[in-house]
């Protein structure tokens, strides 16, 4: 049986900027399609095409569990996990590419990521990554 990977991400419009919180099980695919423009909605309309900060899940309720507790976090919260994995607020989109060999930004952990299990806790840091 195939292993399925779900991806719950924050995208910026810059450096402290507008934030955006989704999931996905293509984490490449989607952060292509809002840095085009190709969803409409509040990444359009806000210019949010900065990929800083994503984690991944073997279930799919657990993602999505994950992207529902991170959208009710003040911004506060938001800020420091990604300042936690990314403090440079690097765009990870194109390390994630993987066509040619990057060298490692200061404030970015290089690749891979991170995984997560279920959160259990809704603030940043409190949970089970492992």
């Known amino acids: 049986m195939r292993e399925h990977l779900y991806f719950v991400y924050m995208l910026a419009s810059r450096r402290n ?3 955006y919180v989704g999931v996905t099980n293509d984490v490449m ?4 399609e809002h840095k ?3 969803i409409e909605g509040f990444t359009r309309k806000y210019g949010v095409h900065i990929l800083v900060w994503y984690e991944w899940h073997n279930d799919i309720n657990a993602a999505i569990l ?3 507790r ?8 938001k800020i420091e996990l990604i300042e936690k994995q990314n403090s440079g607020w690097n765009d990870l989109y194109d390390r ?3 066509e040619i060999a990057l060298p490692v930004l200061p404030g ?3 690749l891979p990521f991170f995984a997560a299990e279920a959160a259990s806790d809704d603030r940043p840091g409190m949970t089970g990554f492992v």
């Open 17 to 19: 900027g507008t934030l």
């Open 29 to 32: 695919r989607r952060t292509w």
């Open 36 to 38: 085009n423009d190709l």
């Open 66 to 68: 994950r992207e529902k």
């Open 70 to 77: 991170i959208k009710r976090w003040n911004r506060a919260w």
């Open 96 to 98: 994630l590419l993987g």
């Open 108 to 110: 970015s952990l290089t």
